[in-house]
């Protein structure tokens, strides 16, 4: 017989290291035809840092994102960063371009108001140029701006940091550990059916809404929204190590045993919405996202498998071993 | 002891020296420096080996080199056209986000071209049993569905589900 | 309004992975590059006597062995740790004990067999509720538990537990179990390590975080900055699993020795069994809640299976005390969380670390309250949903609070209508 039922769950999730203390360095440097070299240390493992921290440095010098460079290749160029986890990237990394980007436009109007004999704070930098405040057809494309400081005995090059307040020891008593970036949230229902006589648990369909501060790469965030729901699915129903943990018996060594979702496994749809309540420290109101897109899955799956059987099953992988167990285990 | 190899690889006439226990894989990459065949597995569990042979989608990394003498092999190389326009598939999976750390992507494109080829329409299912061999952790699956659904929508009718 | 933040732009590196043209360090083909293969512990426990690497030095097509005497600066790394090789004590299955450079990888596994070793065996835990008692077989010399600075749990104390449990209506108690995972990225982790023309230390890596990796490399290489460097920033996924060296030092420490390229990679089979894992979790919460669906206490015990080492298994301890009881205002919270060591793969970090497993038993604990209070699993959610201002059982002050939102805005995508009472409830006011 095949059941189905719906789940709920809602959970949140943590930016950066917890202890905090954790910087990122930046550099932006104008290329002497107006495009931008964004030297950064994080490494794109898939997540699109790449893409949204070229999409920060881009809305904060107001030049196309098509102009931006991102250079993160080794570790003698690329600045300091703490690493590519912990959700931070997005969050650290771009505030550390945000300072490079306002370094850069310091330094870009201290050199052409030195050129044109005026206060660098009447110039403006904006719209892939560099003009004055109160006659805008006194001005210099960032293609000309380039050209006249690398031959002029310039160089346009903006450096920022960011480092969130600690490292702080947690308190041994309270376990107070107050300082943190940013907490980001997420709601989902999952509706699943049983099949009550093999045990499979099929994911149907999820509905899920994402509250990230602001979604500065929004074809990314889905990757992860939708990615975060295979991952779900199979921390939810099939993988394990250690099967028959704490038992260290019959470890896997192979995909066919330590079994991923596949496209077979998800729902034919996972409608989402993202939401944004700015964080004040955030680039642009960001948080930190992409990790989270798992979590909700599984106790959602829990729930789910709880509404069309009957049983809790407090225990993952629910293999089809533990919902038939646990079904035999009602009928007595 | 190892052995003259003969093939067809995107088009061109390749020649190897390769052991008996080499794969195709092994000989693709290590031998013929062809990149986009992925060794993630090497047990034929994941897909990111795969290629075109005779243009059926195989395991690379289970076929004997030996075995592929005087056949077609294909790779995600030959996709883009002379001129270098990607082909149909190339550009939506670009456009949909279909790939995000790109290492099994060329695998899944391996498939789903091979599925269009034996059949321009297919229905949302017949699409997800052509890439459900593949390993996706990114989970980019819903992404690669979608993709492959605009290219066989561009290219007509598609039939009901 | 912003002109380029917030718009779906392709990937900025998403031709190279539908062209093929994206090179992974695997892709990397150098002129005379040697492949290198690890010989691992086939014990779980033990101590190793003797080991003999000539007969695989001695093998035509090899170009050296190494083992941990052969560490040019600091053998242990990871809060001094992790042994790169192992010098006598094993601790799991699949340690490293030696390392084989050779013209390829067939030459090196048939090296690997030429090595001799004597291991003295011994019993091992892989339990950790066995191995948290007195008797049980020490996996390190300090005992099974890692202690904190509040003793032998990572402990969270907010207002009085056994206060909040009395003035509460219902009391649910419930055990959540959850295995062990690996990142299982479809890349599998590699380096190919080389000495440049001014005899620096190049590395090719699938690291996640290379200056973090230099702070562990230099002094197992005995290194200034000066003199190395880690070169990627495109990886074929991640997801934690290459947030710690797995395959850097081997291939640094043969490319150094020998100053050839050398490439050293892991096969599926060594990534899921050897490599650092997400350890498993096992969860005794009990909570209260009163009539009205305010959740008042929580009493909490954590035990997260490490491994062998300590790298960040006791961080994730004390990373997921955040969340332990959710996103939810909870007055009364006490946690006690134990990192106790087994005799298995190292416990690390994966996607969404240790809090991924506390939203797990959390999540079904507010729906087995609801159950008991025969309330809307909806509703237990608005009414205790974190508030701006609230705050954590880590004292931390919430900002930017969007759970009611979420809450709201997935109701309505799913086709729920809430009572007018919850539509109006807002993350600003309570």
Redesign the interface.
């Known amino acids: 017989m095949r059941k189905r039922g719906k789940g709920l769950s809602s959970i949140g999730y943590i930016t950066g290291f917890f202890g905090g203390g954790d910087p990122n360095q930046a550099q932006i440097g104008l290329k002497m035809d107006g495009t931008f070299n964004l030297m950064m240390g994080t490494v794109d493992i898939g997540q699109g840092c790449k893409t949204a921290l070229s999409q920060i440095a881009a809305e904060e010098l107001d030049v196309p994102v098509e102009a931006i460079t991102y250079t993160n290749s080794d570790t003698d160029i690329a600045p300091f960063c703490m690493g590519a986890f912990a959700s931070r990237a997005t969050f650290i990394g771009g505030n550390a371009i945000l300072n490079a980007c306002r370094d850069l436009k310091r330094k870009m109007k201290e050199f052409v108001g030195a050129l044109w004999g005026v206060k660098a704070e009447n110039l403006v930098v904006a719209d892939n140029q560099i003009f004055l405040k109160d006659d805008p057809q006194k001005k210099m494309s960032m293609g000309e701006l380039g050209a006249a400081s690398t031959f002029g005995g310039g160089y346009l090059t903006g450096l920022g940091a960011y480092r969130p307040d600690g490292p702080f020891q947690v308190d041994p008593v309270t376990g107070a550990m107050p300082a943190l970036c940013a907490a980001s949230f997420a709601t989902t229902v999952v509706e699943v059916e049983v099949d009550t006589e093999t045990g499979g648990v099929e994911v149907i369909r999820s509905t899920q809404a994402y509250e990230i501060g602001k979604a500065i790469s929004p074809l990314m965030c889905r990757g992860q929204i939708n990615g975060g729901v295979a991952m779900g699915i199979g921390m939810a129903l099939t993988e394990s190590v250690y099967p028959y943990w704490p038992s260290g018996d019959l470890a896997v060594d192979n995909f066919g045993d330590y079994v991923l979702a596949t496209a077979a496994d998800m729902p034919e749809e996972n409608r989402f919405a993202i939401l944004e309540v700015p964080h004040p420290d955030g680039p642009y109101g960001a948080k930190g996202f992409s990790e989270m897109g798992a979590n909700a899955m599984i106790p959602a799956i829990t729930s789910a498998i709880h509404d069309a059987i009957g049983v809790w099953i407090t225990e993952f992988p629910t293999t089809p071993e533990l919902v038939l167990r646990a079904l035999a285990d009602k009928k007595k | 002891m190892k052995y003259p190899l003969s093939f067809t690889l995107n088009g061109g006439n390749v020649d190897a020296l390769v052991k008996p226990?080499d794969t195709l894989l092994d000989v693709l990459?290590?031998k013929l420096?062809?990149?986009?065949p992925?060794?993630?597995?090497?047990?034929g569990?994941?897909g990111?080996c795969t290629v075109l042979l005779n243009g059926n989608p195989i395991r690379s990394c289970l076929t004997l080199a030996l075995t592929v003498e005087g056949k077609n092999i294909q790779?995600?190389?030959s996709?883009?056209s002379k001129e270098g326009k990607?082909h149909p598939l190339?550009?939506a999976?670009?456009?949909h986000?279909a790939?995000?750390?790109?290492?099994?992507?060329?695998g899944i494109?391996i498939s789903a071209k091979a599925l269009l080829e034996q059949n321009p329409h297919p229905n949302?299912k017949e699409i997800?049993?052509a890439?459900?061999?593949?390993?996706?952790?990114?989970?980019?699956?819903?992404?690669?569905?979608e993709a492959i659904q605009e290219v066989v929508g561009q290219s007509g009718k598609e039939k009901g589900k | 309004m912003t002109k380029y933040v917030g718009k779906p732009i392709p990937r900025y590196d998403g031709i190279g992975h539908v062209t093929g043209a994206t090179a992974y360090v695997d892709d990397i083909n150098m002129p005379g590059m040697l492949y290198a293969k690890v010989l691992r512990s086939p014990v779980h426990k033990g101590v190793m006597k003797r080991i003999d690497v000539s007969g695989a030095e001695n093998l035509p097509g090899v170009a050296a062995v190494v083992t941990a005497k052969d560490v040019p600066g600091k053998n242990r790394y990871y809060n001094d740790e992790q042994p790169v090789f192992v010098e006598d004590h094993i601790r799991y299955r699949g340690e490293r004990i030696a390392a084989v450079a050779a013209v390829d990888e067939d030459t090196a596994m048939e090296a690997l067999e030429k090595i001799k070793i004597e291991i003295e065996e011994q019993p091992p835990v892989f339990d950790p509720f066995e191995a948290m008692k007195p008797a049980a077989p020490k996996v390190r010399p300090q005992g099974n538990l890692w202690i904190f600075n509040s003793g032998e749990s990572r402990v969270v104390t907010k207002g009085d537990v056994e206060k909040g449990f009395a003035e509460s209506d219902e009391i649910v108690e419930r055990t959540y179990t959850e295995k062990m995972n690996d990142m299982a990225a479809i890349e599998p982790h590699v380096a190919v390590a080389y000495t440049d023309a001014s005899d620096r230390l190049l590395i090719h890596t699938v690291s996640q975080a290379r200056h973090f990796h230099l702070g562990h490399l230099c002094p197992i290489f005995n290194l200034p900055l000066s003199k190395i460097c880690l070169v990627g920033g495109t990886v074929g996924g991640g997801f934690g699993g290459k947030n710690e060296v797995q395959t850097e030092h081997v291939a640094g420490l043969l490319a150094l020795k020998l100053r050839k390229p050398v490439k050293y990679r892991l096969t599926r089979q060594e990534v899921l069994q050897c490599t650092t894992k997400r350890g498993a979790f096992y969860f005794e919460y009990k909570s209260g809640v009163k009539k009205n669906g305010k959740v008042m206490a929580y009493k909490i015990r954590a035990v997260h299976d490490i491994g062998a080492y300590n790298t960040m298994g006791a961080y994730a301890v004390e990373k997921h005390s955040f969340y332990i009881v959710g996103p939810y205002d909870v007055p009364h919270v006490r946690y006690d969380g134990y990192a106790v060591f087994t005799n298995k793969p190292v416990s690390s970090s994966m996607r969404g670390f240790s809090t991924i497993n506390v939203n797990y038993a959390h999540e079904v604990q507010m729906d087995l309250m609801a159950e008991a209070i025969g309330m809307d699993p909806w509703e237990i959610r608005f009414i205790n949903a974190w508030r701006e201002g609230d705050i954590a059982p880590n004292q931390w002050k919430v900002v930017a609070a969007g759970l009611i939102e979420t809450l709201k805005k997935t109701a309505e995508l799913e086709g729920v209508k809430l009572p007018p009472h919850l539509l109006a409830m807002s993350s600003q006011r309570r």
Request: charged content about 20%.
């Open positions: 226990t990459k290590e420096n062809v990149q986009s992925k060794r993630g597995c090497d047990t569990d994941c990111s790779t995600v190389e996709f883009a990607l190339q550009q999976f670009h456009n986000g790939a995000q750390c790109g290492f099994c992507t060329p494109l949302r997800v049993e890439i459900s061999g593949h390993l996706c952790r990114c989970g980019t699956y819903l992404e690669v569905i």
